[in-house]
């Protein structure tokens, strides 16, 4: 079972924008963790967070976590061209906290 | 480090050929990943390896697929045989062990794109 789904599929804003980005999980995670994938290029990891933290930050993003509603968010300000990329949240459950990851939001920043 | 490493790249083959990718995975990391990416089914765990045993493969679709992990820098999924549905870009992720936590951040190869003709 899936544990990440991030909503919206698709995303399109101007840069200087905020991108925010939701996803939810369905049993109870260890951690959830953010990645990003460009275009034809594997994922790279963004920023974990553990189910005992709320909120986190890295550069423009900042992450939640709101493990009553099962769900994160991920928000990355002032926007750039380059942050056009597919985004994804992987939920860790169980004792081998091995993340599920999510079908991705696809987010598109005009210049 | 290198970070992970994929071979081929690209490959493109005849339904009925045998495929066979290959994974060098980061230095010192006990764990190791096989997904399948497709639009219309998103990113698929095939299966995964800890210590080169392989844990889980529950992923892998049928009998044609296999995977080996002969030693720690080194594995191979192979198809055999291929079919057009096997169509997509294979990735290869590594991990290690943090403390308690059997695995955490993985570290993605930049993927097989795969064809099926």
């Known amino acids: 079972s899936q544990q990440g789904e991030e909503d919206p599929q698709a995303l399109s804003i101007q840069e200087g924008e905020n991108a925010t980005m939701n996803c939810s999980y369905k049993?109870?995670?260890?951690?959830l963790q953010w990645y990003r994938q460009n275009s034809g290029r594997g994922l790279v990891h963004l920023i974990l967070?553990?189910?005992?933290?709320r909120e986190k930050h890295s550069g423009r993003l900042r992450v939640t976590l709101d493990t009553s509603k099962k769900s994160s968010s991920l928000l990355i300000t002032a926007s750039r061209a380059a942050d056009t990329a597919s985004y994804f949240c992987a939920g860790a459950s169980g004792g081998s906290y091995i993340p599920t990851f999510g079908r991705g939001t696809s987010l598109i920043v005009h210049p | 480090d290198a970070g992970v490493i994929q071979s081929p790249r690209h490959e493109v083959t005849e339904m009925g050929q045998e495929v066979t990718l290959r994974c060098k995975p980061i230095?010192?990391?006990?764990?190791l990943f096989w997904y399948r990416q497709t639009m219309m089914r998103g990113l698929e765990l095939l299966i995964y390896?800890?210590?080169?045993?392989?844990?889980?493969d529950s992923g892998m679709p049928e009998d044609r697929f296999s995977a080996k992990m002969p030693n720690a820098s080194f594995s191979t999924l192979k198809i055999q045989p291929s079919e057009p549905r096997d169509s997509a870009v294979y990735f290869c992720?590594?991990?290690?062990?943090?403390?308690?936590?059997?695995?955490?951040?993985?570290?993605f190869g930049p993927g097989t794109r795969l064809t099926v003709l």
């Open positions: 230095s010192g990391h006990d764990y």
């Open positions: 049993t109870s995670i260890n951690n």
């Open positions: 967070i553990r189910s005992n933290e």
């Open positions: 992720a590594s991990s290690s062990t943090v403390g308690f936590r059997s695995a955490d951040t993985q570290y």
């Open positions: 390896f800890n210590n080169n045993v392989p844990i889980d």
